[in-house]
Each structure stands twice: as C-alpha cells, then as structure tokens.
C-alpha cells in the first residue's frame, strides 16, 4: 500500500522557521518525484515545491523561492521541507504527493497524496 505522512507543521510566529517531513513507503522512492503543495481556506491548492529523486534536481514556486529547501534522504525514504521567515500567507494545510512523472506545480500529474500537515502562522 502506498503511503505518504507529512509531519511537522504546527503554530509558529511570524518570521519562524518549521521542517515539515514526508515520509513514503510503499513504492521505489527513486521511482517518482515527490512535490510539496499547500492549500489556504477558500484557495486552490498550490505547487510550492518538488525534487527529483532520481536527479536530486529541485523546483521551486515564485513565491516561496528563497525561503523553502526542499531535500530529501533516500536511505529514510523522506522527504523534507524547511520553511524559513515565516509568513502569516504561509498558513496552509502543506500535502507531500508523488508523481511518476516530471516535477510539475499540477496537481493533475501526481498519483499518491499525503493527507497534510497544519502550519499556522501567527502574527
């Protein structure tokens, strides 16, 4: 059974950092991609980040470049977000997915979702 966790988000201030985790199992990690999204109340849900776990190459959205790492460590089958600077704008519910397919912000592309991780951000 494919499964993806996400863990590690939470309440955090304004200008805080968090590393929210994605842990799968169930399939070849280096066989997929594994992006990172995020979802507000009342918006769609937005690509903000995603690897290659072959290639080790990394994606990133406008609006998150520069204060999002995205890593990952093969031997945990993991894949790890750290959020910088903290945003009141960053409060989201964050999902980890899989894709087959090239690193894409479409969730279309994406086969396996994680079912998320709460990051409220405080001002």
């Known amino acids: 059974e494919v499964q993806l966790v996400e863990s590690g988000g939470g309440l955090v201030q304004v200008g805080g950092s968090l590393r929210l985790s994605c842990a799968a199992s169930?399939?070849?990690?280096?066989?997929?991609?594994i992006g990172w999204f995020r979802q507000a109340p009342g918006k769609e849900r937005e690509g903000v980040s995603c690897?290659?776990?072959?290639?080790?190459?990394?994606y990133y959205g406008d609006s998150v470049k520069g204060r999002f790492t995205i890593s990952s460590d093969s031997a945990k089958n993991t894949v790890y977000l750290q959020i910088e600077s903290l945003k009141p704008e960053d409060t989201a519910v964050y999902y980890c997915?899989?894709?087959?397919?090239?690193?894409?912000?479409?969730?279309?592309?994406?086969?396996?979702w994680g079912q998320g991780t709460q990051v409220t951000v405080s001002s």
């Open positions: 169930g399939f070849t990690f280096g066989d997929y991609n």
């Open positions: 690897i290659s776990s072959s290639e080790g190459t990394t």
């Open positions: 997915a899989a894709t087959g397919y090239y690193c894409s912000g479409s969730t279309m592309y994406y086969e396996y």
